[in-house]
């Protein structure tokens, strides 16, 4: 079973442009999460997709934002890039039948410069 | 707040010992608890769980965590430390009626042989 799947690997950006990150769950999997990893700041929950509507979002700014597409994958964008915005992008899936495990992809490493 | 604590940025144990890395955490009612590893440069990988029942979890690579309500723990034990083990560990809680999970801040573990 193919695990959680995150494009590109590394995305390099200046200070005000838009990034675009790519997530594709787990076969069956129907909820996605976003998490970012900043160094001094640890894991810090963004944004959870479940059958393609928003359900719960971080303490992030509405220019942190993404969406759900019909075949359960989710993009995230992150409009006018700032510095602290380098981070790792990790996603996550889980099934909503009964488990409760998310099971995250390898991240996204984006760094604005 | 809701909140997790791993109160030891690194651990170190000579291969072969046991080793122990510690959470403690700060949610109300009866959250579920995991542990995730993280390889350098790589995303999360899950280890355990508990949700309800034997309080001694057994996870994988030899991985086991054990639950304390009283104490509010749920500590991540082996037996015996491989150096393969060294990574970046990481306790989450996901607190009752929510879907997101609660990180700490994480304890690198070094093994050394």
């Known amino acids: 079973e193919a695990g959680v799947t995150q494009s590109p690997t590394h995305l390099i950006k200046t200070r005000g442009q838009q990034a675009t990150l790519r997530c594709s769950p787990i076969?069956?999997?129907?909820?996605v999460y976003w998490y970012q990893q900043a160094l001094g700041l640890g894991l810090q929950f963004l944004l959870w997709?479940?059958?393609?509507?928003?359900?719960n979002r971080g303490n992030f700014p509405p220019r942190f934002s993404g969406r759900q597409f019909p075949n359960y994958s989710s993009e995230l964008n992150v409009n006018a890039l700032e510095l602290e915005d380098s981070a790792l992008y990790l996603c996550?899936?889980?099934?909503?039948?009964?488990?409760?495990?998310?099971?995250f992809g390898p991240g996204t490493r984006l760094l604005v410069l | 707040a809701q909140s997790v604590a791993q109160p030891e940025d690194q651990v170190n144990v000579a291969e072969g010992n046991p080793l122990t890395v510690k959470c403690t955490y700060s949610?109300?009612?009866?959250?579920?608890l995991f542990w995730y590893v993280q390889y350098p440069n790589r995303g999360l990988q899950f280890l355990l769980k508990?949700?309800?029942?034997?309080?001694l979890v057994k996870g994988s690579y030899g991985f086991e965590a054990e639950f304390n309500k009283s104490q509010t723990s749920f500590h991540l034990k082996k037996p015996s430390a491989l150096v393969s083990d060294s990574a970046l560990y990481f306790c989450?809680?996901?607190?009752?009626?929510?879907?997101?999970?609660?990180f700490g801040s994480g304890t690198r573990l070094l093994v050394r042989p």
């Open positions: 989450a809680v996901r607190p009752p009626s929510s879907y997101k999970l609660i």
């Open positions: 949610v109300s009612g009866n959250p579920y």
């Open positions: 076969s069956g999997h129907t909820s």
């Open positions: 997709y479940d059958e393609g509507e928003e359900r």
């Open positions: 508990y949700i309800t029942g034997d309080n």
């Open positions: 996550a899936s889980r099934s909503l039948r009964g488990q409760e495990t998310q099971y």
